[in-house]
């Protein structure tokens, strides 16, 4: 009896230590370190692409838009009032996923008008809080950037002094406009972010948005 009793305890003993053994195993074989699928999301970076156009219904030089914005501008010409359209600036910068961007540039005067100073320099910045690849309901990849920001700082000729020795100088004082947003775009596909008017003109600036990933 007492052989009979040893013999079962000897392999419930062995049982127990078997299981735990394989408990541990399945514990030791969890991946502790992120997925190929994660590192590969790490390594996901996003070629953005900023344009700045002006809007006018003064004489501009027949520039050449780029081909990305071809489909943008048919649509701005059938639904705001001015003549021409020009490229003032693109500002292409790369961004990790996932991650911020904040940009400050100083550039000269982006609309030519008499009451804007042709000399004076403006002051821009360009923010983006987040910048992050999802998926929509489709499954359709899609770019989402939270906390696009634009901000610029424009040379406004207000009145003119006369000097001591006869001539007339320009009383310039800096006024501020930009946009603050969420939005969320097609990858690659070039989207119309807003407008700002500028200037006693009337002329706009257009923010034109697009971005696309890249492992590179």
């Not at 062995?14 to 997925?35: I, N």
């Not at 042709?118 to 002051?123: D, I, K, Q, R």
């Not at 003119?160 to 800096?174: C, D, E, F, L």
Request: charged share 20%.
């Amino acid at each position: 009896m007492n052989l009979r009793k040893s013999v079962i305890t000897i392999l419930f003993t062995f049982l127990f230590l078997t299981v735990a053994g394989c408990s541990q195993e399945v514990f030791a074989q969890s991946p502790s370190t992120p997925t190929e699928i994660d590192k590969q999301d790490d390594e996901t970076n996003l070629d953005t692409q900023l344009f700045l156009l002006v809007a006018t219904n003064q004489d501009v030089d027949d520039v050449k838009l780029p081909a990305a914005l071809e489909s943008v501008v048919k649509q701005l010409r059938a639904s705001l009032p001015f003549r021409n359209y020009r490229l003032a600036a693109t500002l292409i910068n790369r961004v990790k996923n996932n991650g911020r961007l904040n940009l400050k540039w100083i550039g000269g005067p982006l609309v030519p008008s008499g009451a804007v100073s042709a000399t004076s320099p403006s002051f821009n910045e360009f923010k983006v809080n987040n910048v992050k690849l999802v998926k929509d309901a489709r499954n359709q990849q899609l770019v989402r950037m939270d906390g696009f920001g634009f901000g610029v700082r424009i040379p406004i000729i207000t009145t003119s002094t006369v000097a001591s020795n006869g001539p007339v100088a320009p009383v310039i004082n800096y006024e501020s406009t930009g946009l603050n947003t969420d939005i969320s775009m097609r990858e690659g596909e070039a989207v119309v972010v807003g407008t700002l008017n500028i200037g006693p003109s009337g002329d706009a600036i257009i923010l034109v948005m697009s971005a696309r990933s890249t492992h590179k």
